[in-house]
T-cell receptor, first 116, second 113 residues
Framework: DVKVTQSSRYLVKRTGEKVFLECVQD?????MFWYRQDPGLGLRLIYF???????EKGDIPEGYSVSREKKERFSLILESASTNQTSMYLC???????????????FGSGTRLTVV | QQQVKQSPQSLIVQKGGISIINCAYE??????FPWYQQFPGKGPALLIA?????SEKKEGRFTISFNKSAKQFSLHIMDSQPGDSATYFC????????????FGKGTKLSVIP
C-alpha cells in the first residue's frame, strides 16, 4: 500500500513563527499536493508539485510556500504563522498514470495546526 | 466550470437505511469520478470511483450512479451502519486538467442506531 506520512499529528505554534509541515511518500509518486481543510469549506488546494523542484500555486497560496528537494518529500512552510492559518493540513500524492489510467490521490492522516 | 457541487452538507440516516449523496459538475472533460471517505482525525481515503463509460459501479454496500447527460453522479450507501458515519467527498478530474482532482465541499453523514 502507498503510504503518505505527515510528520506531526498536532502542532501548536505562536503567531509570527515560521512553521514547517513535512510530508513523505514511499511509492515514487511524481505528484504531491498540500490542502487545508476547514469546516464548511471542504478541501482547498494550497500548492502542488509535479516534479522535484517544481511547484505550482493552488487556490489559496497566500501566506504559504513549499519546497520539494527530493521526489518523496514535500514541505509546506508558513513563513509567519497567523491565527487564520489554524486548520487541518492534508498532504496527498499520486502517480500520473499507470497503464493509461489515473488512480486518484493517497492522503496522509493530516496535521492539525493551531496558531495562538 | 471547474466546480463540483455536492449536496447535502449533512445527512442523518437511521441504521439500515439508504444514504444518498449527490454531486453535479459542469466540465464535460471530467473522466474520473472518485468518492473519498474521511473519519474524524484521519485523512480522506478512496472509497469507490467510476469512469463515464459505465452508469453504475457497486462495491459491497456502496454504489456510484452516474448520469452523463445530466452531469450528475451520486453515492448510495445501502443498509447504512453507524460505522459509516464519516465525511464523504466527491471529486472529479480530467486528462486536460492533468488529473488534478476537483473536490466537492463534503457531506457529513451520521448514522444513528
Amino acid at each position: 500500500d502507498v503510504k503518505v506520512t505527515q510528520s506531526s499529528r498536532y502542532l501548536v505554534k505562536r503567531t509570527g513563527e515560521k512553521v514547517f509541515l513535512e510530508c513523505v511518500q514511499d511509492m515514487d509518486h511524481e505528484n504531491m499536493f498540500w490542502y487545508r481543510q476547514d469546516p464548511g469549506l471542504g478541501l482547498r488546494l494550497i500548492y502542488f508539485s509535479y516534479d522535484v523542484k517544481m511547484k505550482e500555486k493552488g487556490d489559496i497560496p497566500e501566506g504559504y510556500s513549499v519546497s520539494r528537494e527530493k521526489k518523496e518529500r514535500f514541505s509546506l512552510i508558513l513563513e509567519s504563522a497567523s491565527t487564520n492559518q489554524t486548520s487541518m493540513y492534508l498532504c496527498a500524492s499520486t502517480s500520473l498514470r499507470r497503464l493509461g489510467f489515473f488512480y486518484g490521490y493517497t492522503f496522509g492522516s493530516g496535521t492539525r495546526l493551531t496558531v495562538v | 466550470q471547474q466546480q463540483v457541487k455536492q449536496s447535502p452538507q449533512s445527512l442523518i440516516v437511521q441504521k439500515g437505511g439508504i444514504s444518498i449523496i449527490n454531486c453535479a459538475y459542469e466540465n464535460t472533460a471530467f473522466d474520473y469520478f472518485p468518492w473519498y471517505q474521511q473519519f474524524p482525525g484521519k485523512g480522506p481515503a478512496l472509497l469507490i470511483a467510476i469512469r463515464p463509460d459505465v452508469s453504475e459501479k457497486k462495491e459491497g454496500r456502496f454504489t456510484i450512479s452516474f448520469n452523463k447527460s445530466a452531469k450528475q453522479f451520486s453515492l448510495h450507501i445501502m443498509d447504512s451502519q453507524p460505522g459509516d458515519s464519516a465525511t464523504y467527498f466527491c471529486a472529479a478530474s480530467s486528462e486536460a486538467g492533468s488529473y488534478q482532482l476537483t473536490f466537492g465541499k463534503g457531506t457529513k453523514l451520521s448514522v444513528i442506531p
